[in-house]
């Protein structure tokens, strides 16, 4: 719910609304009430005497001021730095100095006689004391919104830290996985073919270096990549391991997280053939009207265990905090260990471009 507060257009929008509807109530009300007729109604329309109008405009150059005063100056600088004894304190000084800058207006200035209104009563002071509460009121809850969007600017701010140092682990790892396939085509594969693989890894490392930077990124950039990838370690293990990739669904205008899939993937490649009689690596990837599925399934090898070699989790456990991150509430994420086979299943819901 703060997020939305949070947003600085949102806190500029609540305080012109919160303006408009005050100004207007308290210039409006009396229009249609008769609290501010006065005392000898010599015009058909009592608001439509010289008497009223005078009164509201007088009322008005004093209780707008004060209500700026308190939330501009006592709220924000008295209430936050000295407490809540020096903001009392002078709340009341300020009501009860604007009020004889009331009286002193209508006294001196107007020159109004006292029976056509008794400013120095209740009901002159009645206005004032409404005003403060109101302002008091504003200006708290509107520094505790600011409160809280300082605290969602740190959030987001320390959001990104994470998300960018994640994105870290997940270049070099890659890096060493994939220069390890071209070692092996450019010792045993012919030039040409080698050709072709350098231009994939071309591909990859462009949206590895420009695209992951982003924040969001087409779905059909990032299944590319997957594809690319899957290619080249295609050509690298040749028949040696059955590599199946299906594809279901349209690729729309649907936006995810850069290289969100491929850690997946990676795990599959890494875990799924050494050691593992004929080794089989299952790829399944489906969206529909934004709903995303994508199953990756492999047979364990030895290394599979996270406790035998430290940095063979990096993958999953990375991509699983990601997805905390990015998408609360919006996935849902399926490790599986069933015998010999490891099963990864994601399910989310990907926003659309805009």
Known sequence: MWQVWSSRRTITTFKILFNLILWSMWIGLPLLSPVHQPHENTHPHP????????????????????????????????????????????????????????????????????????????????????????????????????????????????????LSFLRSQISPHFIFNVLNSIVYLVRTKAHQEAESVTLKLSSLMRYMLYDSDQTMIPLGKELDYLKNYIDLQKVRFGEDVEISFKENGIVRACMIEPMLLIPFVENAFKHGINQVLNPKIEIFFSIEDGDLEFIVQNQKGVTHNDSQEPSSGIGLKNVSRRLQLLYPEKHTLEICEKGEDFRVKLNMTLDKKI
């Open 47 to 162: 608001h439509a005497s010289p008497e009223f109008s005078e009164h509201i405009y007088i009322e008005l150059s004093v209780v707008v001021p004060l209500f700026y005063w308190i939330t501009l100056f006592l709220v924000p600088k008295i209430f936050k730095t000295r407490g809540v004894f020096f903001y009392l304190g002078g709340l009341v000084l300020s009501v009860l100095a604007f009020f004889y800058l009331e009286s002193f207006i209508q006294t001196y200035v107007i020159q109004f006689e006292h029976d056509e209104r008794n400013i120095l009563g209740p009901q002159g002071l009645f206005p004032l004391v409404l005003i403060a509460g109101i302002g008091s009121t504003y200006g708290l809850l509107l520094e505790f919104i600011k409160i809280q969007a300082i605290k969602a600017e740190e959030t987001q701010e320390q959001l990104k830290s994470e």
